[in-house]
Each structure stands twice: as C-alpha cells, then as structure tokens.
C-alpha cells in the first residue's frame, strides 16, 4: 500500500513537471534546475513541489498585465521558495527561486541575501558550473544596483568567475565592462567588451562601449 502510494505520488510529480517545463520553456526562468530534480523521499517529493509551483507562479508574474497582478504572484513564488527551502535548504534552486522573486517585487536587498545562501559552500554544491555561473551573472546586477559611489569590486569579481564558467553570456562580458568602467580600468573593460562580441558579434551595448573608449 505504502510502496503503491510512493508510485502515485512519483507518477503525479513526473505529469507536473512535464506540463510546467513546457509552460516555462519560453520564460526566463531557471528550467534547467528541473533535471536535477530527484524524488529521494517524501520530504524530499514536497520540497520539490513547492519549488515547481513556485517557479510556475514566477512565470505568470513575469507575463502579468500589471503590476499589482506581478507583485502579488511574486510574493506567492516567494512564499512556495520558502516552504521548499524549509524542506531542502541545501538546494540552492530553491534559494535563486526566491531570489528572483524577490527582485521582481523591488527587494533588491533580500534577493541579494538570497543569492548569497544560494553561492554558500553549502547550497554551491547542487550547481553545476554553468548553474553557479548564471547566479553569480544575477548576483553580480543585483550588487550593481544596490552598490553605492559606484562601488562595484565585488560585482566585477563575481563577473570574472561567472565568464569562466559560462562564457556565452555576452551580458556578462558586457557588465563586466561596465564594472571596469567604473573602476577606471579601461584596458580591462575593452577586454572585457570583446569578450561579448565574441560571444554575439552584433551586440550594441558592446559595440557602442569600445566606441566610446576609443578602440
């Protein structure tokens, strides 16, 4: 009885990941996490629950016709992040979940501490490299935008090691260059702009960058 309960159980995870993987196929949101998905144990089962539901509110709130229709689909992700985090707190998916969430909703702060715990020795381990190289490309614009007199040192650091992780993220390359920018380093920031047209050749951001450091 219990082992038949376990198959159901186990059966409807597997239906509800396929529906809501092709829900989420043309939404940025953090899909891949779905194949690390693995049905240990009950508390296990639920944590992953939680974690799908949220992702799939994640990407309703995305695609809202308003704000206050994003804002409280954002809070509900957050909230199904949490209770997955509850369960598996070393499944740094769960903790990027909500990170997203949170910066959908402007909490720009706590997202940060969210990614924090998601890079931690702890959670780090259930990313791959390329995993790990996305939140770090994440974390790195969250400390762009909370940084303050345009300090960016730990948003560059976090640059260079999500580049060398993942190097077809011109996005990346291009925030890179902009860090380098700030911190007055032009030589580093070229470099960095050319990573990017290696990456996506037509890339403008870049393009008009080496233009406006005279390369």
């Known amino acids: 009885m219990a082992s038949d309960m376990v198959n159901d159980l186990l059966l409807q995870a ?3 990941l396929l529906v809501v993987f092709s829900f989420l196929f043309m939404y940025n949101v953090p899909q891949k996490y779905f194949s690390k998905l693995r049905f240990r144990n009950r508390s296990n089962l639920q944590a992953k629950r939680h974690f799908i539901l949220g992702a799939q509110l994640l990407a309703q709130a995305r ?3 308003d704000r206050a229709t994003t804002a409280s689909l954002a809070k509900s992700a957050a909230e199904e992040a949490d209770k997955s985090i509850s369960l598996d707190p070393k499944d740094a998916a769960a903790h990027i979940l909500k990170a997203l969430a949170l910066d959908l909703q402007g909490f720009k702060t706590s997202a940060l501490d969210a990614l924090d715990i998601a890079l931690s ?3 780090a381990k259930s990313l791959s490299g390329e995993e790990k190289g996305d939140a770090l490309f994440k974390r790195a614009e969250l400390r ?3 940084s303050r007199r345009g300090r960016v040192d ?3 650091a976090d640059l260079v090691e999500s580049v ?3 190097r077809d993220n011109a996005k990346a390359f291009c925030l890179l260059g902009e860090c380098y920018e700030r911190m ?3 030589d580093e920031a070229r470099k960095a702009y050319e990573g990017a047209l290696g990456v996506e050749p037509g890339c403008k951001v870049a393009m008009e960058a080496l233009d406006r450091l005279g390369s």
Do not use: C, N, Y
């Open 144 to 146: 762009v935008a909370v």
């Open 164 to 166: 060398r992780l993942k």
């Open 14 to 16: 597997a239906l509800i």
């Open 121 to 123: 020795p702890l959670a």
């Open 184 to 186: 007055e380093k032009k």
């Open 63 to 65: 695609s809202a016709p």
């Open 154 to 156: 730990s948003a560059a």
